[in-house]
């Protein structure tokens, strides 16, 4: 794994955007109608192409494919796990949203505008059977699109990201296995392949995990004791799956939710650090630069990196269309940097760009600050 062993790298979270006909075909796949299977293979290779370039162009040192074949950054696994069915829920079910303590003291703002915080539920999957990896072809397809894209290209590292057990149990649910342990192992075992494929075809994996933290919005009658001891079960569970995969092949990414919302509940980083730590992961990529959020870079001045690992805060955000300035990203970038040395700190993003800003044109331009703001850190940090 790459370190800013000379200047500021740069990277970011995973999503980005894809053009409109891409989207359109990646739904009509989604939803099981019928698409032109040639023309979609062909248009997620070209948009790979695209997408890696646009990030070298903007100064992206780590770069990815951008996710633009996935329909979804989790659900995507659907097409990559054999065990499961899609079914209505039995008669009683009750969701757990990923904002439900927010929900309960703003209910106005989720259900506002005629909309219900938690919608009807007629598409969820439930685990049936033992799971069993059958995405091969799909990841193989991945990594070869990735490489093909990067000919000719000058990046530092690349990366695919995967969904983290943890989080795949969420909206996969449970109706085969004994308890919670078994079935996130049996999705540990499951998607251990997929890891490990992207681990030896020289690419960098980025484990997905947003439920590490915002479970504890769903899990609104936990303590903190209580969902530490949640959260620590799926961390191991996902060491499992990380076995024999070495960790300087990894980085770790979690946030709070990309929900736009008030996250006044959200989990304190402070009280998960450690867990986040216990990762077995080269780089830990953490939401870092949202007004919720911003301030737990504090969190750094008594917790110790451990040595030989990397950190990527969040320093442009996903939550507003506001573009940061340079000198924001470059002061947010020497915080880290005196706390937990310049050559342990890479620039990231809090969350994937693609979906969630106004236009695709103002992720390309954060990322554009971002690079800018890598340099102005390098100046002050390394003297060039």
């Known amino acids: 794994m790459k370190r800013s062993t000379e200047r500021i790298l740069v990277t970011h979270a995973g999503n980005l955007p894809r053009s409109e006909e891409l989207a359109r075909l990646l739904t009509a796949k989604n939803e099981g109608h019928a698409y032109d299977k ?101 990841v ?81 009658h936990m303590s903190v004791a209580e969902y530490r001891k949640y959260a ?42 450690d867990l986040i730590l216990k990762v077995r992961a080269g780089a830990y990529s953490i939401e870092a630069s949202n007004p919720r959020h911003e301030h737990e870079w504090r969190v750094w001045e008594e917790v110790r990196l451990p040595e030989g690992k990397a950190l990527i805060p969040g320093v442009a955000g996903h939550a507003s269309d506001f573009i940061e300035h340079p000198e924001l990203i470059a002061e947010r970038l020497l915080r880290y940097a005196r706390l937990v040395g310049r050559e342990n700190v890479i620039a990231g993003t809090d969350c994937g760009l693609g979906a969630r800003l106004g236009h695709p044109k103002i992720a390309w331009a954060k990322f554009e600050t971002m690079a800018e703001g890598a340099r102005l850190a390098t100046k002050k940090l390394w003297g060039r």
């Open 140 to 220: 193989r397809t991945e990594i070869e699109h990735l490489k093909a894209a990067l000919q000719g290209l000058h990046v530092e590292e690349a990366f695919l990201p995967a969904v983290a057990p943890g989080t795949l149990e969420h909206w996969m649910k449970n109706d085969y296995y004994p308890n919670d342990e078994a079935y996130l192992y049996a999705i540990a075992d499951a998607m251990h392949d997929e890891y490990k494929a992207i681990v030896d075809a020289g690419f960098i994996l980025q484990i997905d995990d947003p439920d590490l933290a915002d479970a504890w919005q769903m899990n609104s």
């Open 232 to 273: 620590e079960l799926r961390i191991h569970a996902l060491n499992h799956a990380l076995r024999d995969i070495p960790p300087e092949g990894v980085r770790f990414h979690m946030c709070w939710g990309s929900y736009h919302g008030p996250h006044k509940y959200d989990i304190p980083l402070k009280d998960i650090v």
């Open 38 to 138: 040639e023309a979609f293979a062909a248009l997620v290779q070209s948009a790979v192409t695209d997408v890696v370039k646009k990030q070298v162009d903007c100064g992206i040192d780590i770069v990815n494919d951008g996710e633009v074949g996935k329909s979804n950054f989790s659900r995507y696994t659907r097409e990559r796990l054999s065990g499961f069915v899609e079914r209505q829920p039995r008669p009683g079910y009750k969701p757990a949203p990923i904002f439900g303590r927010d929900l309960a003291e703003f209910p106005e703002y989720f259900n506002r505008g005629g909309r219900t915080a938690v919608g009807g539920h007629a598409r969820l999957f439930f685990c049936n059977e033992p799971l069993k990896y059958v995405g091969q072809a799909a």
